[in-house]
């Protein structure tokens, strides 16, 4: 079965710094990948996806993410962040033969300090 | 457009009460999806639905049911409430899933934090 490893539960770093929350995936069929967004207290928001095409995917805000098939990777990076990026980010997977079903990692939480 | 919306946002109810959470969409979305979020765990999929009618069991379904009478609402009950489902619930659509020529991107509610004591 599909599973997703964030491998940081938590990131502390000072603003204007750069970022980068990795996220694996097992599977080795094709996938679909999605990092999303959570502020406190809120639903979840889509920062970026790869879908197929070039392995740099830009998303919103300046996150970026890049796709590795032979390293099964999905890291977003951001090259300066902001207080305001402070929110927990999930990666997701699906197969590219289900329905839409996402497999969520357990979740990073970006803690931005000034 | 007022996108995913949840009702109620907040609940706190006894063990073995039964409750209905009710999630509405109004960008004409054929999928949904019910998903329970626990610290740490991240988002798990209780049940999901390709369309008015039609429901499906997810990765953790037990103790739960759904019904999706009307495209744009997609409903979860609890039969019997029980403590380990205390937990912040999320309801998210789409326009289709993939190889169908859809946006693939999920839109999510606010959540239902839910309390079962």
């Known amino acids: 079965a599909q599973s997703v490893t964030q491998l940081d539960s938590q990131v502390p770093v000072f603003e204007e710094a750069p970022v980068e929350l990795r996220c694996n995936y097992s599977?080795?069929?094709?996938?679909?990948l999605f990092w999303y967004v959570q502020y406190p207290n809120q639903g979840l928001q889509l920062l970026l996806k790869y879908l197929s095409g070039s392995t740099l995917v830009k998303g919103i805000n300046g996150f970026e993410a890049e796709f590795n098939k032979s390293q099964t990777s999905f890291h977003l990076r951001k090259p300066s962040v902001h207080i305001s990026d402070t929110a927990e980010y999930f990666c997701?997977?699906?197969?590219?033969?289900?329905?839409?079903?996402?497999?969520f990692g357990k979740g990073t939480k970006l803690s931005v300090k000034p | 457009n007022a996108g995913v919306t949840q009702t109620p946002k907040f609940r706190v109810l006894k063990t073995g009460q039964s409750m209905t959470l009710l999630c509405a969409q109004d960008?004409?979305?054929?999928?949904m999806y019910w998903y329970r979020q626990d610290p740490g765990m991240g988002l798990r999929l209780i049940h999901y639905s390709v369309g008015e009618g039609t429901t499906a069991k997810g990765e953790v379904p037990d103790g739960y049911n759904v019904s999706r009478l009307k495209k744009q609402n997609f409903l979860l009950g609890l039969e019997s409430a029980a403590p380990s489902q205390t937990s912040v619930y999320f309801c998210?659509?789409?326009?289709?899933?993939f190889g169908t020529g859809g946006s693939y991107e999920q839109y999510f509610g606010p959540g239902t934090r839910l309390t079962v004591t």
């Open positions: 998210a659509s789409s326009s289709r899933g």
């Open positions: 599977s080795s069929v094709s996938v679909y």
């Open positions: 960008m004409n979305h054929e999928y």
């Open positions: 997701a997977v699906s197969d590219r033969g289900s329905q839409g079903n996402l497999i």
